[in-house]
């Protein structure tokens, strides 16, 4: 249950990567663009990048004001792909959580 909880705060509290990182992936062979800008506190990346068979990704981060990554989206070949939500994440692992806590009460009754 210890665990559970590490990985419930891990995603309430971790950045899971932020900007500064983004920029530094830019100096990877693979990496061709980055951009960056912010929005209604947002702060949202794009990067772009050729994939091993040679296809072209489009990676979108958005991260909160405090450069926590809220979520990533991938695009290839004109398919959207949800990689990351936070919000998601946090729900799937409370959960998880509170189905522990529901097995543990009914094993000790």
């Known amino acids: 249950m210890n665990e559970l909880l590490e990985q419930l705060y891990d995603e309430m509290y971790s950045p899971k990567i932020t900007p500064e990182e983004l920029v530094k992936n830019i100096q990877l062979e693979n990496y061709f663009g980055l951009n960056i800008t912010k929005s209604n506190g947002e702060i949202i990346a794009e990067t772009k990048c050729y994939l091993p068979d040679e296809r072209i990704a489009i990676y979108t981060y958005t991260f909160d004001e405090k450069k926590n ?20 994440a946090i729900n799937e692992k409370y959960l998880e959580l509170k189905n522990l ?9």
């Open 101 to 109: 806590l529901k097995e543990n009460t009914k094993a000790a009754v």
């Open 69 to 88: 990554l809220n979520s990533l989206t991938s695009l290839v070949d004109e398919y959207t792909e949800t990689l990351y939500d936070r919000k998601n």
